[in-house]
C-alpha cells in the first residue's frame, strides 16, 4: 500500500505541473525516475489519483489531467444531503455491479493495487488503519472498472460518505468481529475479480453490503425508523 508521502510527492508532481486541463502525463517510468520512487509507488498513486477525478488513464493512449467539466474530482460536485443509511441504500443498489465490471475490465497492475490494498486491511491494527484499508479497497475496484462514468458514480458515494453525519455509529458497528468478516468477504470480492469471475464478484460484493446492513441495523447500530 503506497505511503502518504509518496502519495503527496505523486500528488504535487502532476497536479502542481501547471499542465492544462486534459493534458497528456509523461509515463509511469519518466514520474518514478523523476521522484526517485518505483513503478509500484506510482502506479498505485495514480489509481488514488483516478478514483479522485484528478486524472483519466486511457487504455492504449495513456495518463493525462481529467476535464474538470467532465470528470472533475469530488470536491467540485455539489454535495448531497444523504443519511449514514440512505449511503448503504445507494451503495447496495450500485456497488456489487462495479466489482462485476472491476473483474471483466481489471488490468495485472490493477489487480497488484488491490492486492496491496487487501494486505493493509489483513494488517490494519487500530479503527483509523481499518477506515482507511477499506476505503482504499474499494477505491481501487472502482478505479480497476476503467470507467469513467462508475469511477464518477463512486466519487458522489465517498464524497456523500464524507459529508454525512456518522457520528459514533461505525465505531460500534465496525467491531472487531465485524473487522474479522470484513477481511474474509473482501478476500472473496479480490479471488473473483482475479478470476474474472464478474457473476461471482458481484455476489460476493452484494453479501459483503448485505453483513453491513445487517450490521447497521443492529440495535447497537442504527435503528429503522
Keep these: 500500500m503506497i505511503n ?13 505541473s501547471g499542465a492544462n486541463e ?48 467532465e470528470s472533475g474530482s469530488t470536491a467540485d460536485r455539489p454535495l448531497l444531503d444523504a443519511n449514514p443509511r440512505q449511503i448503504i441504500e445507494a ?9 462485476g465490471i472491476a ?12 492486492a496491496e490494498c487487501a494486505e493493509a486491511y489483513h494488517h490494519a491494527g487500530d479503527f483509523n488503519a481499518f477506515e482507511i484499508a477499506d476505503e482504499n479497497f474499494h477505491a481501487a475496484i472502482a478505479a480497476a472498472t476503467h470507467n469513467p462514468v462508475v469511477i ?18 461505525r465505531l460500534r458497528f465496525l467491531t472487531a468481529e465485524r473487522r474479522a468478516a470484513s477481511r474474509l468477504e473482501h478476500d472473496r470480492i479480490l479471488g473473483a ?9 458481484v455476489a460476493a460484493s452484494q453479501q459483503h453490503l448485505k453483513n453491513i446492513v445487517s ?10 425508523p
Design 4 to 16: 502518504e508521502a509518496n502519495l503527496r510527492a505523486v500528488r504535487r508532481f502532476l497536479l502542481g
Design 22 to 69: 486534459g493534458a497528456k502525463l509523461p509515463t509511469e517510468r519518466a514520474i518514478a525516475q523523476a521522484l526517485g520512487v518505483s513503478r509500484g509507488v506510482v502506479r498505485s498513486a495514480l489509481s488514488v489519483l483516478e478514483t479522485e477525478g484528478h486524472i483519466v488513464r486511457k487504455v492504449g493512449s495513456g495518463t493525462y489531467l481529467a476535464i474538470k467539466g
Design 91 to 99: 451503495r447496495f443498489a450500485f456497488e456489487p455491479h462495479i466489482a
Design 103 to 114: 473483474a471483466m475490465n481489471c488490468s495485472k497492475q490493477d489487480m497488484d493495487r488491490l
Design 152 to 169: 464518477s458514480a463512486y466519487q458522489t458515494f465517498t464524497a456523500a460518505h464524507a459529508t454525512s453525519e456518522w457520528g459514533s455509529l
Design 193 to 201: 475479480i482475479r478470476s474474472r469471475d464478474s457473476d461471482a464478484a
Design 215 to 224: 450490521a447497521l441495523l443492529r440495535p447497537q447500530g442504527m435503528h429503522r
